[in-house]
């Protein structure tokens, strides 16, 4: 059996169009022109004006009642780029903070399930978790500073996904993408060191499986216990 290289997935704001979606939401919320709310937000949306404590009901609201996780856009190019990395071995393992509310979590994991499932992206790990770095990945993706703030001082390999709730971090993150086709490249240059290292072989082309794959890409490696 051997190792898998695990690339560890956050999902609001890196492969679903969080803040599009929730922008929407907000403009019926406080029944305003969308025109009228920025899209240069910052984490917690501070720019459009949210009373105290407001952003806990109109996230639970745009969670219940108009499917937050289910009707967000993906993000440019996240679903194809994780398909090909996918299929080249690489072990997907997403890793979300969406349950930080109570009480909605079956809404939330529902949405979830579909949405990605609906767009195509595989995984073979889910993981519900608000400290991302005890989750184990060989290299990350994220957008939220203090993540990747985090996920750094605890020497992991993360890749800041760039949009306005962290372009202006200081210092400036050590690996910076702005699109998913450098954050594939970024993924698979790691994974190619890595497979490198350990004598095993590349796969043919991107996108492709490596000549030793055990299974076909829609099964994963068998495990003990
Ligand atoms: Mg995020």
């Known amino acids: 059996m051997k190792d898998d290289f695990v690339f560890g997935v956050d999902l609001d704001g890196v492969c679903a169009d969080f803040y599009g979606r929730m922008r929407e939401v907000m403009a019926e919320w406080r029944g305003v022109d969308i025109s009228t709310l920025t899209e240069e937000v910052s984490y917690e949306l501070p720019e459009w004006g949210l009373l105290p404590n407001e952003y806990t009901r109109l996230h639970r609201f745009a969670v219940t009642q108009r499917s937050l996780f289910l009707s967000s856009n993906p993000i440019a190019g996240a679903a194809q780029s994780i398909r090909r990395l996918g299929t080249e071995g690489?072990?997907?393992?997403?890793?979300?903070?969406?349950?930080?509310?109570?009480?909605?979590?079956?809404?939330?994991?529902?949405?979830?399930?579909?949405?990605?499932?609906?767009?195509?992206?595989?995984?073979?790990?889910?993981?519900?978790?608000?400290?991302?770095?005890?989750?184990?990945?060989?290299?990350?993706?994220?957008?939220?500073?203090?993540?990747?703030?985090?996920?750094?001082?605890?020497?992991?390999?993360?890749?800041?996904?760039?949009?306005?709730?962290?372009?202006?971090?200081?210092?400036?993150?050590?690996?910076?993408?702005?699109?998913?086709?450098?954050?594939?490249?970024?993924?698979?240059?790691?994974?190619?060191?890595?497979?490198?290292?350990r004598g095993r072989p590349l796969p043919p082309a991107p996108g492709h499986q490596p000549p030793d794959a055990e299974e076909p890409p829609d099964f994963a490696s068998p495990r003990a216990g």
């Not at 990605?116 to 993981?127: E, K, R, T």
């Not at 978790?129 to 990747?148: C, F, G, H, Q, W």
């Open 90 to 197: 690489v072990r997907i393992r997403i890793i979300t903070h969406r349950l930080f509310i109570r009480y909605f979590h079956k809404a939330a994991v529902a949405q979830t399930v579909d949405w990605l499932d609906q767009h195509g992206i595989p995984y073979w790990d889910l993981c519900f978790m608000r400290d991302k770095a005890l989750v184990e990945a060989d290299i990350y993706i994220e957008d939220t500073p203090s993540n990747i703030e985090t996920l750094q001082a605890r020497g992991k390999a993360v890749i800041a996904f760039t949009n306005s709730t962290n372009k202006h971090m200081d210092p400036a993150p050590i690996r910076r993408v702005d699109d998913w086709n450098q954050a594939e490249e970024t993924v698979r240059h790691q994974y190619y060191t890595w497979l490198r290292e």
